[in-house]
């Protein structure tokens, strides 16, 4: 049973930053894929990005643009850090893990789902 816990969400103003971890328990994930997702009030759970050894894919370009995710291979961790944060970055936002085969495909459906972590970005 993989379990996935989130951190670092919080409350902050416009044009901050915000650092976000997830740590992995229950199987070494190092051979596997590791990323984030965010659901905003009101409309779909929106990727964000992930990576794997070798590969990494990102989501929007407005979401490249400003947020940057990195591994941790030796400790089962993912983080992204949230940049220049804006009012509709507000969202929860979920670590996620796991694919067949430990393959980083273009519509990664993840076997595993952390929790969440809110984020409120206020104008």
């Known amino acids: 049973q993989v379990r996935l816990m989130e951190s670092g969400g919080g409350f902050v103003q416009a044009g901050a930053s915000l650092r976000l971890s997830c740590s992995a328990s229950?199987?070494?994930?190092?051979?596997?894929?590791m990323g984030w997702f965010r659901q905003a009030p009101g409309k779909e759970r929106e990727f964000v990005g992930a990576?794997?050894?070798?590969?990494?894919?990102s989501g929007t370009d407005d979401v490249k643009r400003r947020f940057v995710i990195s591994r941790n291979y030796n400790d089962n961790s993912v983080h992204v850090f949230l940049s220049t944060l804006r009012p509709d970055d507000t969202a929860v936002y979920y670590c996620?893990?796991?694919?067949?085969?430990?393959?980083?495909?273009?519509?990664?459906?993840?076997?595993?789902w952390g929790q969440g972590t809110q984020v409120t970005v206020s104008s």
């Open positions: 996620a893990a796991g694919a067949p085969r430990g393959v980083l495909s273009d519509n990664w459906k993840p076997l595993y």
């Open positions: 229950g199987r070494n994930l190092d051979n596997d894929v």
């Open positions: 990576m794997v050894k070798g590969r990494s894919s």
